[in-house]
């Protein structure tokens, strides 16, 4: 079997009932969502809330909902993500400030809970612990940035905004927008140079 090239074609297979082409388009967005989930959360609610646990349970509530997706255009599945992860994150919060009810927080399969969902992700160790340290490294050259320019980086790269969005968003016009994000991707590129070497 070949491997599927767009999102859109993983969905069309899974939406037949492929589970994998599912799991392989959560996967396909994984670590741009983490990046994104980990500079939504903010300083404060990293501090209860892990960005990974976020992008699980991210993950299995579009896997629960994904029969109310509807495939709009390239981005539109990680725009959804990027949606269910915002609920998740006001969840937490909402929980951490004891304004929510019991329960609302889905708690995955452990030994003091037998009976919850299992896990999206299903890697060995190893390959968690290497893609945690890569997303790691990642978050740390984004938040060496300046503010302005990390938000370029995350606009532009993450959430893939075109110009034209980022610029309704800052309030600045295509061009101001287009020389930032160069700069930022400039200055992003420096950073990961340098530490390389």
């Not at 396909?28 to 300083?43: E, S």
């Not at 329960?103 to 969902?117: A, K």
Request: charged share 30%; hydrophobic share 40%.
């Amino acid at each position: 079997m070949l491997p599927p090239t767009s999102t859109f074609d993983l969905l069309e297979q899974a939406r037949h009932g492929d589970e994998p082409a599912l799991s392989q388009a959560f996967e396909k967005h994984r670590r741009r969502l983490a990046v994104l989930v980990h500079f939504k959360l903010g300083p404060r609610a990293r501090g209860f809330a892990d960005a990974e646990d976020v992008v699980q349970e991210t993950c299995l509530r579009a896997f629960r909902d994904i029969g109310r997706f509807s495939y709009q255009s390239p981005g539109s599945f990680f725009r959804w993500l990027s949606a269910i992860a915002d609920h998740v994150i006001v969840d937490r919060v909402r929980y951490q400030n004891r304004e929510c009810r019991a329960g609302e927080e889905v708690r995955f399969r452990s030994e003091t809970n037998p009976l919850g969902p299992d896990p999206v992700d299903t890697k060995t160790p190893s390959r968690l612990l290497a893609q945690r340290e890569a997303v790691q490294r990642l978050l740390d050259r984004l938040d060496a940035l300046p503010e302005d320019y990390r938000q370029a980086i995350l606009m532009a790269k993450i959430e893939r905004l075109s110009t034209v969005e980022m610029a309704e968003r800052l309030g600045k016009s295509r061009e101001a927008v287009a020389l930032l994000v160069y700069r930022a991707v400039k200055r992003f590129r420096e950073l990961s140079d340098a530490s390389e070497a």
